[in-house]
Every structure is written in structure tokens, then in C-alpha cells.
């Protein structure tokens, strides 16, 4: 009889989380009920976001309990159905958990169309990490042709999208991303006009001035810090900063501090905005045709780092959050 | 022969000025050239901003020159004119300088029309610091009735304006200043729905969440620094903070460093956003109407702190930097 193995949150780090905050468990597959569905996951996804839900501290969602399943955005089929809606072999996506199989109702899944793209890509480019890129700098950033752009992280899951994105748009793109195998990435692959490495420059500020001689007209901020900080200093006239995530500060142990600059969105006419993507959520059928489009025309690439079995998803989730992944973090649960 | 006095800058203080920063000349009254018209000032305005000014950087404007007479907004009456649309007796107001007579051309003055007030609100409630506190609240803060509005500065010339067009939009209003009389003056006299003195409450997390017990939707900051950090930690979902000045931070000798707190713009989906008061001008007149018909109607009130003659400019311009005036600082110069 198959298990369903799983991962659960074994304890709250306060500082950088280690393998012993999660736990591998074996369950039983669960039955599913009226109305419910068994899927058979494929790929979950490993995201920055999830750091926050370990805390014992609502944010903008509640925090995971102990001994729960990790949460987490998945992919896979469905192989029991009690429900006419949801057939056997359908492609869904949801946020199924760290696990191999779950139970789950009509309401909790969106159905992926394997014809447009491969499935892994239902967590990625085509699911919350590409909708986050393309609501956020598009509704939030409303980038103009011309425009400079700057993205920090902008080789991972969702700076990667941004940047090609805002190419799209006619702005010039400039990346901030932490190895000379990202640079090399994001500027020769994906076609950015410029980037650098956070890690070896030290001298962001005349770096920055540098690459965008005529200030920023957008940042795409996931990081936060120091990087952000320097950005900061170099916006244009009524820029927009889109605050997408602050990886840099999710796994401090005491809270940062830094420079006060608030000024600066005054005497450029700035503004920064936070986003959280489900806000959009409507309007992902529209967003996800044209980034499919986009992808068939060549026009919009993606990257997928594939860790294998569920057993390694605590080690690709510390990975991804080093830093270690190129584009999108994913772990293989199954060949569905 | 008249003379006309004016303030000069002496030097660029470090920290805090003081009057040595200031120099009281004299001059000639300048003779108006063709097209021009000669001004007597009859009350000269002091302004936070005015402390960027004689920094040697640039911030959204240039910086003033050593030796040069100070900037600032003055209202005063046309004595003699070579422009036909500039009448002796046309009230005008402009950034006229810190000083007695004033040369001008029409580009460079509004006339004021002495029937709506008096003619010192044209520097005041119905001049800059008045349209500021109405664009900012309405364009950037956007209210909507049932809102709580947080207002730092809360007695100052914008300030005061700020809470009450806050209360005329339905909104609950909350006041942040700095002294009992304050404190007194915005809850009794203005109508603020609660307000509390910076200097003596010492827990600004606590008394802001019983004061704002669903979360703060606005907040209009004139001041930054502490009293900011606690409002961001209190904003509620979609909230718009209005970064209008940061005062609290003009006059520190070296920079200060702060939490960072970019974060709670993501868990609120919240927005921080600067503007610039001149941005909206070609809305000013309609925007007088409605304030000037508000002061008619009683539903908004001003008080001028007037200090008297142009050699106190440096000394009332100090003390509103410290916050020693209620409303608006002006100081008189002429009985015109």
C-alpha cells in the first residue's frame, strides 16, 4: 500500500532556518471524501514567502502551526475523483502542501492545460511567481516605454519574468543578482541591458549611476537591504518602486536597521508600493494566455532548478533561500 | 531714503541653525525696471523647507547661494508698477524673499483677492502650506469617509489644515504633535477625534493602537522619524501614507538610521507616495474657492503665530523648526 510521504514544520528558526525545522513523515494516502479528489502531486514549489509563515506571527496570512504540513504551491493529476468536475488524469494546481498526495475540493484548484506549457511551469512562469511578475511591475510599476528598470533578484523566479517583461514593454533592464553565473544568465539569456553582481561590487551607488545614467524609473525590489538602499538613492522623477519581497531581511535574527529615506519620495515625487499577487487573481486567465504567447514566440524564458523527491524539499527551500537556484525552484514529487 | 531690510544666508549650519546662519542687511529699495512692479512685503512666510535650501545640495529644487537673500513665500501690496496688469494696490503673493520690498514681474506673483480673507492667509491657509495640506490628503491620501487619518505635525500650518479637511471628508482623525497647548488646541478648538503629545507619551505603539483600534488607512506625515515608525507598524490593509515632510530629520548633524520596515507595504498592500505641492497648481483656484468657502462656513479654522519685523524672520524661522508656533508662522513685516 502506497504512503503519502510529507514534510511538516518541525520547529520555528529565528534565525536561518535549518533541515531540522522541517520533518519527513509517512502517511497514509488519504481517502478521498464526497466531493473530494485524489491528486497525485508532480512538482512543488519552494518560494521566499514561506519563510514568513513559519513565524509564529500572522502577516498577511496565518502562520503555520506546528506539526502541520509545509504549505506550498504544487502541481500534479488527478487519479480519484468524487467530484464530476474533477476527472481522472486532469491537471491541477493549488496550494496542495509538501507532500506527494492530497485530497483536495473543486474550489481549492485551478485546472492547468498541459497543452500550453509543461506542468512545472503551472508554479512557476505560469503560475504565482510569472502572475506576481507581471501584476506587479505591470499594475504596480506601469513601466513606460523608455523607462529604466531596475530588478533586484532578478535571476530568480520572479525577477527573471519581471525583467523580460519590462523588455517587452520597451524599458531598458537593468539586473541585480548575486553570482557571475546569474549575471552572465540574465544579461546573455534573457537579454537584459545590464547587470550586476551584489556580491563582488561593493560600490553600489556609482555601479548603479553608472548603469542607469538617467536615475530609475521603476525598481522591482525582492531583496530589500543594502542593495535596495542604494536604488533608493538613485530613482528618477516620480518613479515607482515595487515592493515584491525583502529576502534579505526574512532570515535575520535581530531586525535590521537602516538609512532613513523617505525624503527621497518627496523630493522625487516617488512613490512605493507593496502588492501581494491573489490580489489579482481574476485577472490571471488574461495575464497567463499572453505569458503563454509570449512563450511560444520566444520572446519570454524561463529557468527551472529541479530538486528530486520530496524528501530533498527542506534542502531546496534553504538552497533557494542562499540563493544557490537559477530561475524557478522546484521539487520533482513524481513523474505523473 | 528707505531702505529695504533683508535676511540674508551667512552660512550652511551643519545641525541645528542658528541666527549667526542669518545676516540682516541693508539695501536700496530696488527701482521696478520695465515690466516690472515694486512690492512692499507685508508678511513674509517660514517654512520647513526652507532648511534643504541652505543645504549646498540639491534636493527638488536648487540650493540658495551664501549672501543671497533667503527664499520664501511673502504677500505684500504693489506701491508702483510699469506692467498694466499690475495695479498700485494689487495685493500679490510669491516667492518674494525674506525682505521688505520685493521688484517683480507678473509671471512671478498670484494676485490675491483681499475679500475672501486676510491677505496673510495668502501665505498661510489659503497659500502653499494650505493647498499641500488639501492636494496631499485628497490627490496622494485619497480619504474615504469612515477612514482613520493619522496626522503627524498635527499643529503645524499643514497639519492643522489636514485634520480638518480629513473630519469634512467623514474621516475619524487622529493628531500627532508635540505639547499640551497642542494638543489641546487640535482636539478642542479644530475638532481632531483624538490626538496625542509625542514628547510625553513615551509607548507610541500602544497609544496608537487604542487610539486607532481598526488600524490607521492614512497617514499624513509632516514629521518622520519614531512617531513614523510606529504608524507604519500600525497601518491597516491598502493604507496610503502621504510623506509630505520629514522634519524630524532636517537639522540632525548626522544622518539617522531607522527599522526597515518596507515589508509592511507588502503584508498591507500599502502605498508611501511623496508629491510636491506645485505639481498641482493649475488646480489651486478651485481649490481656494472650496477651503476659503470653508473658512466662511466655519468648518475650517487657522491660527498665525506673527512674529514682528523682518530682523525676527531668522528667530521665528528657528522657532518653528522647533515647534514652538501653533498653525501657521508669519512674520509681519509692513502694515500694508
Not at 492545460?113 to 508554479?123: G, N, Q
Not at 541591458?193 to 555601479?207: I, L, M, R, S
Request: charged content about 25%; overall charge neutral.
Amino acid at each position: 500500500m502506497p504512503t503519502n510521504r510529507r514534510i511538516t514544520l518541525a520547529g520555528r528558526p529565528e534565525g536561518f532556518p535549518d533541515e531540522s525545522d522541517f520533518r519527513l513523515e509517512e502517511a497514509s494516502v488519504p481517502q478521498p471524501g464526497p466531493g473530494e479528489a485524489l491528486v497525485r502531486i508532480a512538482f512543488v514549489s519552494v518560494d521566499p514567502y514561506m519563510r514568513g509563515r513559519m513565524r509564529n506571527k500572522a502577516s498577511y496570512a496565518p502562520p503555520m502551526g506546528l506539526g502541520e504540513v509545509m504549505t506550498g504551491g504544487a502541481v500534479g493529476k488527478v487519479i480519484e475523483s468524487n467530484d464530476p468536475q474533477l476527472q481522472a488524469g486532469d491537471i491541477v494546481e493549488g496550494l496542495l502542501g509538501w507532500q506527494e498526495y492530497a485530497a483536495v475540493r473543486l474550489h481549492e484548484v485551478r485546472k492547468v492545460d498541459p497543452s500550453l506549457a509543461p506542468i512545472s511551469t503551472a508554479v512557476g512562469v505560469l503560475g504565482m511567481p510569472g502572475m506576481t511578475a507581471y501584476f506587479g511591475l505591470l499594475e504596480v510599476g506601469k513601466p513606460k516605454p523608455g523607462d529604466t528598470v531596475v530588478v533586484s533578484g532578478a535571476a530568480g523566479a520572479v525577477g527573471s519574468i519581471v525583467g523580460q517583461i519590462a523588455k517587452i514593454c520597451g524599458c531598458r533592464v537593468v539586473g541585480v543578482a548575486g553570482s557571475d553565473n546569474k549575471i552572465g544568465y540574465i544579461t546573455r539569456e534573457l537579454g537584459f541591458h545590464a547587470a550586476f553582481n551584489y556580491k563582488t561590487v561593493t560600490a553600489y551607488d556609482g555601479k548603479l549611476k553608472e548603469l542607469c545614467p538617467d536615475g530609475i524609473d521603476v525598481y522591482f525590489d525582492n531583496v530589500g537591504g543594502s542593495v535596495s538602499d542604494a536604488v533608493w538613492r538613485q530613482i528618477a522623477l516620480r518613479a515607482r518602486i515595487v515592493v515584491c519581497g525583502q529576502i534579505s531581511q526574512y532570515n535575520l535574527e535581530k531586525a535590521e536597521t537602516g538609512p532613513r529615506q523617505l525624503f527621497q519620495l518627496i523630493s522625487k515625487r516617488a512613490r512605493a508600493e507593496g502588492f501581494l499577487v491573489g490580489d489579482f487573481r481574476q485577472h490571471y486567465p488574461e495575464a497567463m494566455g499572453r505569458m503563454a504567447a509570449w512563450i511560444r514566440e520566444g520572446r519570454l524564458k524561463y529557468h527551472e532548478d529541479i530538486a528530486e523527491g520530496i524528501e530533498n524539499a527542506p534542502h531546496a527551500f534553504l538552497d533557494m533561500m542562499r540563493g544557490k537556484n537559477l530561475g524557478k525552484q522546484l521539487v520533482r514529487v513524481s513523474d505523473v
